[in-house]
């Protein structure tokens, strides 16, 4: 079946814009999770949603970052007013019963 | 708090030779662990998972890894690699509230360069 796609690939953002990151989980997934993954480090949590619950943001960095999961599917990321320190990729995870997490390809953002 | 250290950021071998991953961790409890490897350009893809029982577990690939509580390992092996092996390698332990493993913390990571 289909796995997690995630969209866009690839998003390059003047510093100050606002940026939404979607991830479209596996069909029947439960849980949810954002990582940040920067350049040559293995990923930071961010936030988990079991269905359209947010569990724990604790990861996110600052109250610039939001995530949200209205029905408890599709998520989205959003970052306002972006900072260059935000570039980074951005996974998405799904999981059946939150043990194991299946990636997505990510986001590239790019802040300039 | 929890940490995972992958001692070494790259690693290269020839093609054919076997294969260590080192991965340490710390944690209170008992961990869910794994492994995962992410090529370029694209998502990371999971290896192998210990949560109980036998302490050598198998996965995909060939790979394999071996749980040793009393060191707070789980490295990562593999008898004879190929070309397409090269990539970078993530361990993880998993983490979470009551016994759902639900954070996974990670690892830095470890480069594998394949000679020819």
């Known amino acids: 079946g289909a796995g997690v796609s995630q969209s866009p690939r690839y998003k390059v953002a003047k510093r100050g814009q606002d940026v939404a990151l979607r991830c479209d989980p596996i069909s029947g997934h439960v849980s949810l999770f954002w990582y940040q993954q920067a350049l040559g480090q293995g990923p930071e949590f961010l936030t988990y949603?079991?269905?359209?619950?947010?569990?724990?943001k604790s990861g996110l960095p600052s109250d610039r970052f939001f995530a949200e999961r209205p029905e408890g599917s599709v998520s989205t990321l959003k970052i306002q007013r972006t900072q260059q320190e935000d570039s980074a990729v951005y996974l998405c995870a799904s999981s059946l019963s939150a043990d194991t997490q299946y990636f997505g390809p990510g986001t590239r953002l790019t802040v300039l | 708090a929890q940490s995972v250290t992958q001692p070494d950021i790259h690693i290269t071998v020839s093609e054919g030779a076997s294969l260590e991953l080192r991965c340490n961790y710390s944690y209170g409890a008992t961990p869910y662990l794994f492994w995962y490897v992410q090529s370029p350009g694209q998502g990371l893809q999971l290896l192998l998972k210990?949560?109980?029982?036998d302490t050598l577990v198998q996965g995909i690939k060939g790979f394999e890894a071996e749980f040793k509580r009393s060191q707070s390992s789980f490295n990562l092996r593999k008898p004879s690699v190929h070309w397409s092996d090269a990539a970078e390698y993530f361990c993880a332990v998993g983490r979470g509230p009551m016994d759902s493993n639900y954070q996974l913390i990670w690892g830095a990571g470890t480069k594998l360069i394949i000679k020819p």
């Open positions: 949603f079991q269905n359209e619950a947010q569990l724990d």
């Open positions: 210990y949560f109980s029982g």
